[in-house]
């Protein structure tokens, strides 16, 4: 069964303090790792897919990394409008399969 | 807005009666998936449609859980006989579908049940 894990579960930071969140996970057969963004009471909004080891990708204060066994998103500088969760997920197996298993999320909150 | 889009926002009801949400998806998408979050947790797969075939159901979804997408168009989701447990956020996402983009989902604002 597929597995994610976030840690960690909740991150205060001062604005200006950079840091990174982490995924790790257990699939079998990689397709893809996403990261999600979801302010409270609204739906995740899509940030990043990667499909390989080594991969990057970034935007504005947001950097994404993966490689065989997990996933970091890098954020810096982070400002207070950068409060959310951030929700890592994986989709696996093959075929027709579209399904996304997501980690619990991590709650960041940035001090002003 | 070209957003998807899910009624009701809320839905309060006792347990033992059955409720209904609807989705209607991004106009151009043909997948539409259902999940579950409840809180703490990150959103839990129930099912998915490509156009109107329902191709996948998660283990989670009991036989008091029905869904269904009608033309391929918007998509209903019914649950039966409500029960505490059922009480959470049931979100709707739609997507292209195009291999290797299919986990680019774009998610509803969800509907918030609670069952008293």
């Known amino acids: 069964e597929d597995q994610v894990t976030q840690s960690p579960e909740a991150l205060r930071l001062q604005e200006g303090e950079s840091s990174s969140l982490n995924c790790s996970y257990t699939?079998?057969?990689?397709?893809?790792l996403f990261w999600y963004r979801q302010d409270p009471g609204k739906g995740p909004e899509f940030l990043f897919t990667?499909?390989?080891a080594g991969e990057e990708k970034e935007k504005e204060r947001l950097k994404a990394t993966l490689t065989k066994k997990e996933s970091f998103l890098h954020i810096t500088a982070p400002k207070p409008e950068d409060s959310a969760t951030y929700l890592c997920?994986?989709?696996?197996?093959?075929?027709?399969?579209?399904?996304?298993?997501f980690g619990k999320g991590i709650t960041l909150s940035v001090r002003p | 807005d070209t957003g998807v889009s899910q009624n009701p926002r809320h839905k309060i009801t006792k347990r033992g009666q059955n409720v209904t949400f609807r989705c209607d998806p991004i106009?151009?998408?043909?997948?539409l998936y259902w999940y579950r979050q409840t809180l703490g947790q990150g959103p839990e797969f129930l099912t998915y449609?490509?156009?109107?075939?329902?191709?996948?159901k998660s283990r989670l979804l009991s036989d008091r859980f029905s869904a269904e997408r009608p033309k391929g168009s918007f998509s209903t989701l019914e649950i039966q006989r409500t029960e505490q447990g059922d009480s959470a956020m049931y979100l709707c996402?739609?997507?292209?579908?195009?291999?290797?983009?299919?986990?680019?989902?774009?998610f509803g604002e969800g509907s918030r049940l609670t069952v008293l």
């Open positions: 997920a994986v989709q696996a197996g093959t075929g027709a399969n579209s399904k996304l298993t």
């Open positions: 996402a739609s997507s292209l579908g195009a291999p290797p983009n299919t986990g680019e989902l774009f």
């Open positions: 990667l499909y390989s």
């Open positions: 699939v079998s057969g990689l397709r893809g």
């Open positions: 106009s151009e998408h043909n997948r």
């Open positions: 449609f490509q156009n109107e075939a329902q191709l996948e």
